[in-house]
């Protein structure tokens, strides 16, 4: 190979890639603008959304309250919650601190218009929330946090020990989204090259959709955390972004070659 050839690589290193994105709305939308970016072919397909809580009318009075002032923080700790801000409107006022548990996390409050106040800076986790909150307020504060309704209460639990007076409200319940046939056929026959493995949720979905993922398609998780459960399922990953963003788990599907197609026959 040439210089030549070798200098022109870097510009678009997923040129070729087609890349499943498995949640849509605005986080879809600016991770398919990054793929486009570095020449992939993004493939929008949701494979999980959230459903209404069964306690709706809780929910809408932790939103009325929330609007209303009576929070110091306010606790997101997935994308979804985000959705569901969003669809219901939520308003934070702004003296209402905003945390959120990762910067996958962080981009979907701020595509939508939200502010951020605080991703934790090692530990993307729930219990990594929680110990920087309880480091930076020292007094007792009043905290709305906003969960699914199958999330261990690992927040809750940590900033109450604390002393702190915190409202747990379950937002959604996350369920899974059919994908056409036609995805599901790409998927079979390896017309994918890539799927992003973005949560647990997403996983499972991803064991449930697609039974019989060719060995060339590449499984890239958004962190260990993500990985760890896509393997408890079987899923077998092959990248683990260094860090919990949409940025890292590009870069590194990109920094992997273009598996070859199904349909070439090896020796």
Do not use: C
Request: no cysteine; charged share 20%; glycine share 6%.
């Amino acid at each position: 190979m040439n210089s030549a050839s070798l200098q022109s690589q870097p510009a678009k290193p997923l040129a070729g890639w087609r890349v499943l994105v498995p949640r849509g709305g605005p986080w879809g939308d600016g991770v398919a603008a990054t793929l486009r970016a570095q020449g992939a072919t993004p493939v929008i397909a949701p494979l999980i959304n959230f459903a209404p809580s069964t306690d709706e009318a809780t929910l809408e009075q932790a939103l009325a309250d929330l609007a209303a002032g009576v929070f110091d923080w306010l606790t997101v700790t997935s994308a979804t919650t985000v959705d569901v801000l969003y669809a219901y409107r939520a308003q934070i006022p702004a003296e209402t601190k905003v945390a959120a548990v990762g910067e996958t996390t962080s981009a979907a409050l701020t595509a939508v218009g939200y502010k951020v106040d605080l991703v934790p800076d090692d530990d993307n986790s729930a219990a990594g929330m929680a110990d920087q909150l309880i480091g930076l307020e020292t007094e007792p504060r009043d905290v709305l946090t906003l969960r699914s309704e199958i999330a261990k209460p690992v927040l809750t639990e940590r900033l109450s020990a604390a002393g702190h007076r915190v409202r747990s409200v379950v937002a959604y319940r996350t369920v899974g989204v059919p994908v056409t046939e036609k995805i599901a056929e790409d998927v079979r026959s390896g017309r994918i090259n890539a799927i992003l493995v973005t949560s647990g949720s997403v996983a499972e979905q991803v064991r449930e959709q697609f039974p019989d993922i060719p060995p060339a398609t590449v499984l890239a998780a958004i962190g260990p955390r993500t990985a760890e459960d896509a393997r408890r399922l079987g899923l077998p990953v092959n990248v683990v972004a260094s860090e919990q963003t949409v940025a890292a788990l590009i870069r590194a599907v990109s920094e992997l070659a273009l598996p070859h197609s199904t349909d070439e026959t090896v020796p």
